[in-house]
């Protein structure tokens, strides 16, 4: 069984993003890059498929600047066999993304591919399903636990309210939530050995997808801030703020 | 034009976050609603205000939700509408995303303002931005925020209900089991207060000891940081923040939780913000309306004493 897992490189999660003054975007330079830690959590899923023996191979592919074969690299540090790298000047949208992504999947057929469910710069939550919906195949979005038999795949899923299980059958889209397992740390000698793993790089535009933005980004401006408050010296003081100065009690 | 506005129910009544995206949904023309589920939900969409008419997609896979059939449905009503929205619920963000690629749409989630036809306003970053995009998509495909929009009534109007096909059976999914958790608190999304716990509680007793008799006092919902969840002091469920729950209720306590930005990104646009955290620097000071700096085992006890 073969599994794709798309990583993206976005803006460490430890780092509060500030917008750039002439309100045209996010302020990303000089900042610290990561891989998205949903994806973290993706590539944690499908090396230790392999590990099990139910996979044969991990696949990671990423969409961005060149930069983005260090995220490749980091993905097979921590276990994936290979990388393809698919180069764009712009960042392209979950759609854009979802259509590259469906021309990799052409070529490789993967039994299973796992997203994370959110990359943390976009906040989209969308790509999984984008792809599964553009190769008509299920779906299974928001994993916290994964098990594969008989050509199906039983996960089970974080919604409102709780959890459901459902089985889909493989070939299949899965998006990887926080609890489905806990990433580990590559270490330095498969860091040393991961520089030595394939690494295809293919321009986009030699692929035959319009990857062209479909929003335009009219302007991106900071929230409000909130007005600063005060502390209480007591619980007492607390519930009579709360009570005769916010009235919320 | 129209409007097509997906809903859903929860024990023959619909959804108070459906309730919003028909409120910024009334902003695009006629509404007409799809739901699907029994004859009871599909009564309860009839009697929402302003709306048309009401899809009605009765049989078991749909009403169950899952994806594929419904996101199918969906697409093979989509030809009479300009907008196709839900709310930003988990089953919004599971169908709508489907939806859209299979029109061939970017979709747009999370919409906090509606600026025009073409034009909306959503968080990034973890909230840190707002961004405002224009859509050259002949179709919007859309997921509200629920917290940015005043819910219509449940009550007022009267639309006509038309049925829609079974959808085709098919084995590529189905489901396992579900585990809804029974709670006789208020919904997080909807109450009015919310007392969050975070890892300072150290335990999944202290959750149930000290924090949800606070809550109870309050008549409030219980939520909670990543760290309590993944600790398991609390489901999965509770969780609140940028890949949780969004909540923007009266009253907000946070209770032994840092205020990382994941989790501002989920509670800050709450009315008032009260922390209590024993660390002074902790940066949920910074967003709250109230700090009390003090130990939460005593600090709590005490506020539910005295209210
Ligand atoms: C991809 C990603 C997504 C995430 N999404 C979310 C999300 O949606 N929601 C979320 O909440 N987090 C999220 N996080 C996690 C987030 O970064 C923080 O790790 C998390 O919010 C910390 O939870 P906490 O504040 O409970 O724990 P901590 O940061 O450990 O804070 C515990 C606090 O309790 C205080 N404390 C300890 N003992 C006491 C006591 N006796 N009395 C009073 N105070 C006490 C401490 O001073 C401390 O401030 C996400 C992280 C990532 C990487
Ligand atoms: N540029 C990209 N390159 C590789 N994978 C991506 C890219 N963008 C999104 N993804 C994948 O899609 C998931 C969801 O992203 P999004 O829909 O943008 O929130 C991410 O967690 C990744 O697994």
Sequence with gaps: MKILVPVKRVVDFNIKVRVKSDGTGAETAGLKMSMNPFDEIAVEEAVRLKEKGVATEVIAV????????DTLR????????????ITTETSPEPLAVAKLLQVIVGRENPDLIILGKQAIDDDMNATGQMLAGLLGRPQATF???????????EVSREIDGGVETISIALPAIVTADLRLNEPRYASLPNIMKAKKKPLETIDAASLPVDIKPRLTVVSVVEPSERKPGVKVASVAELVEKLRNEAKVI | MAVLVILESEAGQIRQASRSAVAAASKHGEIDVLIAGDEAAAQAAAKLPGVRTVLHAPGKEISEGLAEPLASLIVASATAYDHIVSASTAAGKNIMPRVAALLDV??????????????????????????????????????????????????????????????????????????????????????????????????????????????????????????????????????????????????????????????????????????????????????????????????????????
């Excluded at chain 2, 007022?156 to 049925?163: E, H, L």
């Design chain 1, 143 to 153: 994993a916290s636990k994964i098990e594969i038999a008989d050509g199906r795949a």
């Design chain 1, 62 to 69: 990423s969409i961005g600047e060149p930069k983005a074969q």
């Design chain 2, 106 to 307: 970017q979709i747009i989630p999370d919409v906090v303002a509606v600026v025009d036809s073409d034009t909306f306003v959503r968080p990034i970053y973890a909230g840190n931005a707002l961004a405002t995009v224009c859509s050259s998509d002949a179709k919007k495909v859309l997921t509200i925020r629920s917290t940015a929009f005043e819910p219509v009534p449940a009550e007022g109007g009267s639309a006509a209900i038309v049925p829609m096909p079974a959808a085709p059976a098919s084995d590529a999914s189905r489901i396992v089991s579900v585990t809804v958790a029974q709670s006789e608190r208020p919904e997080l999304d909807t109450a009015r207060i919310v007392v969050s716990g975070g890892r300072g509680l150290k335990g999944s007793e202290a959750f149930h000891d000290v924090l949800e008799p606070l809550a109870d006092r309050l008549g409030a919902a219980v939520g909670a940081s990543r760290a309590a969840v993944d600790e398991g002091y609390a489901p999965n469920d509770l969780q609140v923040g940028q890949t949780g729950k969004i909540v923007a209720p009266e009253l907000y306590l946070a209770v032994g939780i840092s205020g990382a930005i994941q989790h501002l990104a989920g509670m800050k646009d709450s009315k008032i913000i009260v922390a209590i955290n024993k660390d002074a620097e902790a940066p949920i000071f910074q967003v709250a309306d109230y700090g009390l700096v003090g130990d939460l085992f005593e600090v709590i006890p005490q506020l539910t004493a005295a209210l």
């Design chain 1, 74 to 85: 980091t993905a097979m540090a921590m276990g994936a066999d290979r990388g393809i790298l």
